[in-house]
T-cell receptor, first 115, second 118 residues
Framework: DQQVKQNSPSLSVQEGRISILNCDYT??????FLWYKKYPAEGPTFLIS?????DKNEDGRFTVFLNKSAKHLSLHIVPSQPGDSAVYFC??????????????FGTGTLLAVQP | DAGVIQSPRHEVTEMGQEVTLRCKPI?????LFWYRQTMMRGLELLIY????????DSGMPEDRFSAKMPNASFSTLKIQPSEPRDSAVYFC????????????????FGPGTRLTVL
């Protein structure tokens, strides 16, 4: 059973416009959410995160929004740039085993930013 | 810092053969994770070590999969015997877990090993 879902396998956006990537989760115990970005032939790299006590976190062109009642989060990229073209993974976590954290990832969304 | 190192980067083998994937975590990190990436299921956690001790192996598909971490700087993931459905990209990641911090620690991923089982 997929606890973290990214229902859009791909998204195409024009350069300069906004990219919105969506993620849904089913486990209400999740209290921390992350976005990772992955280029071909590389491992995923951390992009931005948000704690469940917040509903928005911004870092430059990247903003993550969290709607706990809907169990939904989204990543906004504005303005989108061709270098943003990559696979974006949503991940959720909860404190588990004390200080250790286990990440549950979605299936990823391939973003293509057209010049 | 060299980051997380994985070897080999590509592995092609025949069904029934033993496959060993290797990982060197970032120096000083105390947690190590093995993931498998497939189109259908995304990134799945296979097993997770903390201070070289396996903490959660609930994601290991079956007895054909085993993982070891003999010391803080090396881990292996072994598949024996391998099957075509094991074909995927396998990632190793490491992080520094701080006791009592109550926060999610960033995981640093290696470049992955692309495994093809014919």
């Amino acid at each position: 059973d997929q606890q973290v879902k990214q229902n859009s396998p791909s998204l195409s956006v024009q350069e300069g416009r906004i990219s919105i990537l969506n993620c849904d989760y089913t486990n209400s115990m999740f209290d921390y959410f992350l976005w990772y970005k992955k280029y071909p032939a590389e491992g995923p790299t951390f992009l931005i995160s948000i704690s469940s006590i917040k509903d928005k976190n911004e870092d430059g062109r990247f903003t993550v929004f969290l709607n706990k009642s809907a169990k939904h989060l989204s990543l906004h990229i504005v303005p989108s740039q061709p270098g943003d073209s990559a696979v974006y993974f949503c991940a959720a976590s909860y404190l588990w085993g004390g200080a250790t954290n286990k990440l549950i990832f979605g299936t990823g969304t391939l973003l293509a930013v057209q010049p | 810092d060299a980051g997380v190192i994985q070897s080999p980067r590509h592995e092609v083998t025949e069904m029934g053969q033993e496959v060993t994937l290797r990982c060197k975590p970032i120096s000083g990190h105390n947690s190590l994770f093995w993931y498998r990436q497939t189109m259908m299921r995304g990134l799945e956690l296979l097993i997770y070590f903390n201070n070289n001790v396996p903490i959660d192996d609930s994601g290991m598909p079956e007895d054909r999969f085993s993982a070891k971490m003999p010391n803080a700087s090396f881990s292996t993931l072994k598949i024996q015997p391998s099957e075509p459905r094991d074909s995927a990209v396998y990632f190793c990641a490491s992080s520094l877990e701080l006791a009592g911090q109550g926060a999610v620690n960033e995981q640093f991923f290696g470049p992955g090993t692309r495994l093809t089982v014919l």
